[in-house]
């Protein structure tokens, strides 16, 4: 199998996008599952590609200037997405549309959860059962658990932002 090389200019123009490719092609290597039509779609995205990327750095009145970070990460997804689109089968409007109301439904459910969070997060007794429960010796190696905030009223915070995803990410 022919590997894949990210040009230099990749790296000076679009870091994020060459971070992409490389990434793609470091798990490409690894599973050993990177298809002739895969290779030759990662061969296109990292070749001429050079002008597509320069007009990311464009300034346009119509949108704001991205900071560095933005701008890699960026430059990271469409490469990453660029790349697997291909792959997806299309959807419908009508499936579209039911993925929406779904999520939005979803958003309602978790937002009613925050608020229920959010009282009963102001009870000591309960924020007291949180903390045991993180700290029991069963679960201390859990990571999924103590990646969670240490308060319940945290913990309804996050589940609010979720619920604004889930609301806005549908519009």
């Not at 109301?101 to 959860?113: D, N, Y």
């Not at 658990?145 to 309804?156: C, F, K, R, T, V």
């Amino acid at each position: 199998m022919s590997i894949i090389e990210v040009p230099s200019w990749m790296d000076e123009i679009a870091p994020g996008a060459a971070e992409a490719a490389r990434a793609i092609k470091r798990r490409a290597i690894n599973s050993g599952n990177l298809s002739g039509l895969q290779r030759e779609r990662l061969a296109r995205l990292t070749s001429d590609t050079c002008s597509v990327w320069r007009e990311l750095k464009r300034p346009h009145s119509s949108k704001r200037d991205l900071s560095d970070r933005e701008l890699w990460e960026a430059q990271h997804e469409l490469m990453y997405e660029a790349y697997r689109a291909p792959d997806f089968q299309p959807v419908s409007p009508r499936e579209i549309e039911q993925s929406k109301t779904r999520i939005k439904q979803l958003g309602a459910v978790i937002f009613a959860s925050a608020l229920e969070l959010r009282t009963l997060g102001r009870d000591a007794q309960f924020a007291g059962m949180w903390e045991t429960y993180r700290n029991n010796e069963n679960r201390r190696s859990d990571r999924v658990l103590h990646s969670l905030p240490d308060h319940p009223l945290a913990i309804a915070d996050v589940l609010e932002r979720i619920a604004n995803f889930c609301e806005r990410g549908c519009h």
